[in-house]
Each structure stands twice: as C-alpha cells, then as structure tokens.
C-alpha cells in the first residue's frame, strides 16, 4: 500500500499565510517562508501554497515568494492562485515548485488541463476542486473564484473529466467542511475514490487526528490540512505516529524528535 501524505496547506495574501472558517472571515497566520521551513522540519510530506486573491484580483501569482520558499524547503511543494495559462506554470515551476494547481481557468476552458498535461507532465498538474453541498438537493456542486462563484457544475461528474483530461491529482476541498474542525466530508471522499486512479488530496474541516484517519480510510492519498497545523493545535510528527498506529502508512523518516 502507497504511504499516506500530510500536507500542510499555506492560503495566502497579500504576501502573508492566513486562514478562514467556510471561505471567510480570514485572520494572519505567519510568514510563509518561515512556516514553509518549519513544516519541513517538522516531517510534512508535502506543502501546498495558495495565493487565494489572485484569481479574483485578475493578477498572476507571487513569484519572489515561490523562489524564497524554494530556498528554504526540500520536500515537494505545489503553488496554486493565478495559473492562468503556459507561461506562469512555466515560471513557476522554473523558480523551484514541482506542481501547480488549477481551478477556475480549467473551469473556464477545460482544454487547460489537457494542454498543460501535455506540455509539462501529468505529474506536475494538480486540478483543485472547491464542492459545496446542494441545499435542496443530493450531491455536491462546482464552485470557483475562491468559492465566490456557484458554476452549477455537478462535483462527481467534473471530477471524472478532470481525470479524463490528464490531470495528475485531484485537491478536493468542501466548503461546507472548511475551517469547521469537525471533520473532512468523507462521504464525497468515498464516492470519488470509487472511480479516481489518480491521487485525492482530501482539504477542508480536519479538526482532531481521528479526522485524518477517517478520510484516509474513506479513501484519500493525501491530507491537507491548514489551521491544526499554523496554530499549533497539532504536530505533523505525532499525527503520523497515531496514524501509523492505527495501520494507515505513513513515512516516518525526517522528523524531528520521532
């Protein structure tokens, strides 16, 4: 069985790392330079940097950071906000990142995906998906500009042609569970990984370690998780030793005081 990821994920703006509950009421959360060097650190397999007002605010993402963070960190880490076409992941991937992520563009033109698989490498494309639930109805739909925008996209559909057009993993995020602390929708984690061959990173709601145990089991590859993490609720190493444990695989090595 492949080894579970952590991922600690890294919103960003105005240049500074900050957190939301539902996609709102967003507070400071620290330097992501230093934070990017503390979680590699501390064992995070993984980091995810987000630039969240990018997309919204019709600029491209912040390079200068890319590179600082770069610098700094030695495990794989995916820069997302503002990916808009060739050029950026280009430089983006040119100043140090290993992936990009991808999400109202490739909703706008789904043709993205495909050419950007086909160009740089199915590994290196990351499609994020923000889901909400329906209120009157079963299943989940497609939001998009950060959360801001309902595109009437049914979620399991969308996912299976995100698969279809090459992307290389699939960040799942529910709004719905976001910055709640009360768990990952594991139910949609399930029902995707009935079809996905491609990897699930599980976003949104993580709140204790019995969380993270659960999407794992629900079917999740990766766990992206962002306040336990920035306010030191919870450490990286013993979530891998009480995920370890309980029989979820899990790379053990390079943490400190493990």
Request: proline content about 3%.
């Amino acid at each position: 069985m492949l080894k579970k990821r952590i991922i600690p994920c890294m919103d960003m703006r105005d240049g500074r790392v900050v957190k939301g509950v539902h996609f709102e009421n967003i507070v400071d959360a620290g330097d992501p330079v230093e934070a990017a060097y503390r979680y590699g650190k501390l064992g995070a397999d993984e980091l995810m940097l987000l630039d969240i007002n990018a997309t919204h605010e019709n600029r491209g993402t912040m390079y200068d950071i890319v590179e600082r963070v770069a610098e700094q960190v030695f495990i794989p880490f995916t820069v997302g906000g503002g990916i808009r076409d060739m050029e950026t992941i280009r430089q983006v991937l040119r100043r140090g990142a290993d992936k990009v992520s991808i999400n109202s563009p490739a909703i706008e033109d789904p043709t993205f995906i495909s050419q950007a698989a086909s160009r740089f490498g199915s590994q290196c494309i990351v499609v994020s998906v923000d889901v909400k639930r329906r209120k009157h109805a079963p299943g989940w739909e497609v939001y998009s500009v950060g959360g801001r925008v309902n595109t009437g996209l049914d979620a399991i559909e969308w996912i299976r042609r995100v698969q279809d057009l090459g992307a290389g993993e699939l960040l799942l995020t529910s709004m719905d569970a976001d910055g709640s602390m009360n768990g990952f929708d594991t139910e949609i984690i399930a029902e995707v990984s009935k079809f996905l061959h491609i990897p699930v990173i599980a976003s949104g709601g993580a709140g204790k370690m019995e969380h993270f145990y659960q999407a794992a089991v629900a079917g999740a590859d990766a766990l992206l998780a962002a306040s336990l993490f920035h306010f030191g609720h919870m450490e990286i190493g013993e979530l891998k030793q009480y995920l370890d444990a309980k029989g979820i695989p899990m790379r053990m090595d390079g943490i400190e005081g493990v």
